[in-house]
């Protein structure tokens, strides 16, 4: 295949300062959370993006002192040797596949806690920035810089500038974005100072300056230098001399950095989730960028759309295509553009699963692609699977994205597999979930996984087949995999902790009532324990067709756990648009048909909720009952020659998709070697340079 010439400015090689980009494809910074202690494995990931055909590969946040501190929240660290040496493993794996790697150097001034550093923050004026404190509990307030911290932040930036060109590094970063201290220098709300580092644009901008030239004196003629820079505070401010504040900051440092990462201010809108936000939501705040300087920008809008990609250059938005979230669901979307492979991107669908990983401080999880994370621990390749030496036929019973991504990986071993589903659509859940408000992009789950299938000879797939034991015995394949899902089911507790039965009533309903296009009568209370995005997207889908209802949860906020996607503020803004109540820190006890009655989780409370029927969003149970009467019938599958029934997915332990997906790939590429339940390798950090070790350029 050719690639087709509308694409071909996307693989122009564009210089940054002294160094070259081989194409226009760059992995901005991003947590991976693997840090230091895990060098291998981020050594890997990054690796599998330079092969993949990333021009530019990069780290995430590494901080240049102990005074910008993140723990337990992963963060790599450009400290002492055994840094340099852990990063060095990253940048000879990115020069492999002749990319630039580059290093996102940060302190985090008053956005950190320095738990395990013990060191005050630092804030230009003492501010603690508030987020930090509400969303991570941090109690200690930071230290007012005076002209001395100020000296040694940039001698800070300086010597990890030059240790980060020891291990190899091409591009070196300042960080002003995001909350971190160089953005707090920015925003007078958070920056009071009546000396030359407070006060006017100029004077709140003259920081970052300064830490652009250290970084230049100290790597400049041999890396290129970028300034990563939050513009959408400063964009809504009114300029004196220029439309807005963001314009007068890229007039004044318009020929200091060698390059402009421009982005957005919160991780809500700077990677918002797709449910909310559609590609290249970046534009109105960013478009003016190139117009005030010459030198190349960057910046995301979870670009997938390579049509999308050549309008943003064309239309001189940007020099470089930026991806996080798109370079970690396909690593090999750049190769697959140049090689005329478009149809085979694996596209990002926003569900920010991988921006959970970082809350959770583990390696990054994709739900598109299940080898994120798992290059060196595990040994998967994002594109590659080694062919099996013994071709056996697969039968596996359910086509969600458990179900598919087992197909899938089985197929590209060379197995003769056959899929059966009893519905009338492949997908699962995801036939019914992609139909409900903000998730139309997560069916990219279930299209990319049918698109690669329908071209596998070695591959016959079957709808509205309904399968039993009798029929798996007459069918008698070499291994059986079950793959059904799990059922919401309409269990109560009495407590976060206790379960206490069900809620019985004819006007209860689960989510499967509503997917099977059973619909409640209003007023309608929905909830939620589920705490993910299911009961707020139903409630949202149910206000939406005209039904009256209000949520209900147990948790703080609704949706709790979208917090840890960045989607949480967006739910509120939704239901809010949607004009729904909502009541937190409750339990729903008791429904009689005309009134629910509500308890409050820690005063015992009770207040009582005119409603006519109630939705449960709470427990999932897997269906089990086809894999239970297999093993029941043991002795006959053995007859039949089956040696193994397996389960995955939802029907081995209900979660998100990405447990779904992850779960049908690691059975696929174990299922009938020695490797299967094998634990992953165990990384571990450097500590104390070996003698041999020699940094990969020498010091000047």
């Known amino acids: 295949m050719t690639r087709d010439s509308r694409y071909d400015v996307l693989f122009e090689p564009v210089k940054i300062g002294p160094v070259t980009a081989p194409n226009r494809f760059y992995q901005v910074p991003h947590a991976s959370g693997m840090t230091n202690a895990l060098p291998r494995v981020r050594a890997a990931f990054r690796e599998a993006k330079a092969e993949g055909g990333w021009g530019v590969v990069c780290t995430g946040a590494c901080s240049t002192d102990p005074s910008s501190d993140d723990a337990p929240l992963p963060m ?18 990115v020069h492999r596949h002749g990319s630039l790697a580059g290093v996102e150097l940060w302190h985090g001034g008053a956005a950190v806690m320095n738990r395990a550093s013990r060191l005050p923050p630092l804030s230009p004026s003492g501010i603690p920035w508030m987020a930090t404190h509400i969303g991570f509990m941090g109690n200690l307030r930071p230290k007012i810089m005076d002209k001395s911290d100020i000296r040694n932040v940039l001698k800070w930036q300086a010597e990890a500038a030059r240790k980060a060109r020891s291990a190899g590094f091409d591009v070196v970063y300042v960080y002003a974005g995001m909350g971190y201290l160089g953005y707090e220098f920015l925003l007078p709300e958070y920056n009071h100072r009546t000396d030359e580092y407070g006060g006017s644009i100029a004077n709140r901008v003259r920081f970052v300056r300064e830490l652009i030239e250290v970084t230049k004196d100290a790597v400049g003629e041999h890396c290129g230098v970028a300034l990563r820079v939050s513009l959408e505070e400063l964009r809504g401010r009114p300029g004196q001399n220029q439309p807005s504040e963001a314009h007068e900051l890229i007039e004044l440092l318009a020929d200091c950095p060698d390059l402009f990462d421009v982005k957005m201010d919160s991780s809500p809108t700077d990677c918002s989730a797709s449910r909310f936000t559609g590609e290249g939501s970046h534009e109105p705040v960013i478009d003016f960028v190139k117009t005030m300087t010459n030198k190349p920008v960057v910046g995301v809008g979870r670009f997938t759309s390579p049509d999308t990609m050549v309008s943003q250059i064309r239309r001189g938005v940007l020099d470089f295509i930026g991806g996080a979230r798109p370079s970690i669901a396909d690593p090999f979307l750049p190769a697959k553009i140049r090689e005329g492979r478009v149809e085979e991107i694996r596209e990002c669908i926003g569900c920010n699963i991988c921006i959970s ?3 959770d401080g583990v390696p990054v999880r994709c739900t598109q692609n299940p080898t994120a994370g798992e290059e060196w621990r595990r040994g998967w390749h994002p594109e590659r699977v080694a062919p099996s030496a013994t071709k056996e ?31 009338r659509a492949f997908g699962g859940r995801l036939t019914f979930e992609r139909t409900l408000p903000g998730l139309s992009a997560w069916n990219r789950v279930a299209e990319y996984r049918l698109g690669r299938l329908n071209d596998m000879r070695n591959v016959s797939m079957y709808l509205e087949s309904t399968l039993g034991v009798d029929e798996i015995v007459d069918l008698a394949p070499d291994r059986v995999v079950v793959a059904t899902g799990a059922r919401w089911t309409n269990m109560l507790y009495s407590t976060l902790e206790i379960p206490v039965g069900t809620l019985e009533h004819p006007n209860v309903f689960t989510p499967d009532d509503i997917a099977a296009g059973r619909m409640p009568e209003g007023p309608t209370l929905v909830f939620d324990f589920d705490n993910y995005y299911m009961g707020g997207v139903l409630t949202e889908h149910l206000a939406s067709i005209g039904i009256d209802v209000s949520y209900v949860t147990p948790a703080g906020q609704a949706s709790a756990w979208t917090i840890m996607t960045n989607e949480l503020p967006l739910v509120h803004r939704a239901l809010a648009n949607r004009k729904v109540p909502v009541t937190t820190l409750h339990m729903v006890t008791d429904f009689d048909g005309e009134t629910a009655t509500l308890t409050h989780l820690f005063n015992g409370e009770q207040i009582a909720v005119a409603c006519r029927s109630v939705l449960i969003v709470g427990m999932r149970s897997p269906r089990g009952e086809l894999y239970d009467a297999l093993m029941a019938r043991s002795d006959e599958l053995t007859a039949a020659g089956i040696r193994s029934v397996e389960r995955i997915g939802d029907t081995l332990a209900p979660g998100a998709i990405a447990h779904a997906v992850h779960s049908g790939h690691k059975l696929a590429r174990e299922l009938g070697t020695a490797e299967i339940g094998k634990p992953y390798r165990r990384d571990t950090p450097f500590v104390d340079a070996e003698p041999d070790f020699a940094p990969r350029v020498a010091a000047e």
């Open 76 to 93: 790599a660290t450009m400290w002492d040797e055994n840094d340099v040496r852990a990063h060095a493993l990253m940048t000879d794996a």
């Open 357 to 359: 990983s970082w809350h």
């Open 393 to 423: 036929k697969v039968l596996i019973v359910g086509g969600g994205p458990a179900g598919l991504e087992c197909a899938l990986t089985l197929g590209r071993a060379g197995h003769e597999v056959t899929l059966a589903d009893s519905g």
